[in-house]
């Protein structure tokens, strides 16, 4: 099966610039998740989508960052105005649903901020 | 606090040995835990998930224990590869979650010929 497929896998942007990140899930995965890494830790979530509706977003900084899933399929997160700390590794994954499935990962936007 | 706790940070190990990587967590009510392998510049893959009532879980070369009662969990590398390196993440499941993983800050592994 294809696996899930993020874009751009490179961003450079200046801060106070804005950013949008693409993600396109595996086929018939009813959970989408978007995290953020930073360099040497593990992943922190910032938002989960069951189908088109928000289920978790307590971490995402919503006073710059948005994200949505149109049609419960593919998915956007945006970051608007970018900060020095937003440089990141993000990460969209996906499962079949929430509860004890393994969560397939894409291989991640790095993003960097000048 | 829920957290995860996995040591050592890093570890070299020579191609063909053994090695064993070690997860603690503090969550409570516990649903599940998964060891995860992340290649440098990839997503992570998952190995293993285990629930609280399977207390050993084999991939291949990749051995997962599970004590719920300590609240411990190793990961169990045999005959390593080169391309064993990468980090490896554990990660816990709290009871009763849509889904909300807790993430260890992960183990690096360097297999060296």
């Known amino acids: 099966e294809a696996g899930v497929a993020q874009s751009p896998r490179y961003k450079i942007i200046e801060k106070r610039q804005s950013v949008a990140f693409w993600c396109n899930p595996i086929s018939g995965h009813a959970t989408l998740y978007w995290y953020q890494q930073i360099l040497g830790q593990g992943p922190k979530l910032l938002i989960q989508f069951q189908n088109n509706g928000v289920v978790d977003d307590s971490q995402l900084p919503k006073d710059r960052f948005s994200a949505e899933r149109l049609k419960g399929v593919d998915s956007t997160l945006k970051i608007q105005p970018a900060k020095l700390e937003d440089s990141a590794v993000y990460l969209c994954?996906?499962?079949?649903?929430?509860?004890?499935?393994?969560?397939?990962f894409g291989d991640g936007t790095r993003l960097s901020i000048l | 606090k829920n957290q995860v706790e996995q040591s050592p940070q890093s570890l070299i190990i020579l191609e063909g040995k053994n090695c064993t990587l070690q997860c603690n967590y503090t969550v409570s009510p516990f649903s599940n835990l998964r060891w995860y392998k992340q290649d440098t510049g990839r997503g992570p893959v998952s190995l293993t998930i285990?629930?609280?009532?399977?207390n050993t879980k084999s991939n291949g070369r990749y051995t997962a224990t599970l004590d719920a009662d300590t609240k411990q969990s190793s990961l169990h590398i045999t005959a390593s590869q080169l391309s064993d390196s990468a980090s490896y993440i554990c990660v816990v499941s709290p009871g009763g979650s849509q889904g909300n993983l807790i993430f260890g800050k992960g183990t690096k592994l360097s297999v060296k010929p």
């Open positions: 285990m629930t609280f009532s399977e």
């Open positions: 994954a996906s499962s079949l649903k929430a509860v004890n499935q393994p969560q397939h």
